[in-house]
């Protein structure tokens, strides 16, 4: 391995590579902020919805969980277009990460939400807060130092996921340095740059998890 000839490269394809890191991590956000959001929201259904409602939410969780994300990504980039939904490549494999995200979290967010003691929701109503005040000042704080280490996890594999969206065309992060790859031949050394750029960003979500559990975490 010509090290020199390889760092030459790098520096001459760094646009282009700061570029798809740059809509790796754009995806990512957006993928893992709605995902969480609407994930929440399925948490609070599985939980405490009437029976009809965990029901359709119980079968949306279930087959977005037992769905490959390569599949989901395929299916809402050429099933929603067939039905007339035109999304671009970056919308569709969003979209379909979102999803994905949503279904781990509702099941993370459900979990956590089970493991307080009823009694503490039935003392809450009894002096007089909405369930929205409950699920504010109560259950939400008490959940959450339950739900980040696994949200953490979910986010990274979210990252990872990512990689995916170059089948539909999206011009992230592993097709950049496929495209640098081809003019240059230098397969494993831009592979190896890949891999680290993934691990950074990886890791910078894994310490912003341990510095929000910190913040979240009963004082000893």
Not at 80 to 103: E, I, K, N, W, Y
Not at 105 to 127: C, D, F, M, N, W
Request: proline share 3%.
């Amino acid at each position: 391995m010509d090290f020199a000839a390889f760092l030459d490269q790098a520096w001459a394809s760094r646009n282009l590579i700061l570029a798809g890191l740059g809509r790796t991590i754009l995806i990512s956000a957006i993928a893992i902020f709605f995902g969480t959001i609407l994930g929440v929201a399925i948490g609070v259904l599985l939980t405490y919805g009437n029976i009809v409602v965990r029901f359709v939410i119980r079968i949306y969780t279930d087959f977005l969980r037992g769905t490959p994300v390569f599949v989901l990504i395929l299916a809402c980039f050429y099933i929603l277009s067939v039905a007339g939904v035109d999304l671009t490549p970056f919308q569709a494999g969003t979209f379909a990460l979102a999803l994905f995200c949503s279904s781990h979290v509702g099941e993370i967010v459900r979990g956590a939400l089970k493991a307080i003691p009823v009694g503490q929701t039935e003392a809450a109503r009894s002096i007089g807060l909405t369930f929205p005040q409950i699920f504010r000042y109560v259950l939400m704080p008490q959940a959450m130092r339950q739900i980040l280490p696994t949200w953490v996890n979910t986010a990274t594999e979210i990252v990872k996921a990512s990689t995916l969206l170059s089948i539909i065309g999206v011009v992230e992060l592993l097709l950049t340095i496929q495209q640098i790859i081809s003019r240059t031949y230098m397969t494993l050394e831009f592979y190896f740059l890949a891999g680290i750029l993934y691990f950074i960003v990886d890791f910078a979500i894994e310490r912003a998890g341990r510095y929000f559990e910190r913040r979240v975490a009963i004082p000893d």
